[in-house]
């Protein structure tokens, strides 16, 4: 396996992590503790995970670190969903922070059908 900073789906996990941060950085005061907190740790795990299991020198430990990756993605995407129900952010926020979700989503996806 290449060092995982060359891959594009750690690149784009590290994009999303810093839009996250920014985004959480506008909400209530009350949320430190709670959403903002649980967004923020769902992100990190999200690249944390790829570069571990990249790590690893193997396929099938890379493949099981991929697939919590993509848990914590489907975690952030739900805590987005409810930032937006709680109109922390907008209809546009959510679109967008969702729809990057969605197309790393399918790069972890490509990455394990790649290495299986």
Known sequence: MSN???LLVW???IQL???IYKLTKTFPLEE???LILQMQRAAVSIPSNIAEGNERNSKKEFAHFLCI???SLSELETQVIIAEKLEYINKNQSTQILNNCHELGKMINGLLIKIN
């Open 4 to 6: 995982y900073k060359d």
């Open 11 to 13: 690149q784009k996990s």
């Open 17 to 19: 992590v810093t839009d």
């Open 32 to 34: 430190v503790y709670g």
């Open 69 to 71: 990756a993509r848990g």
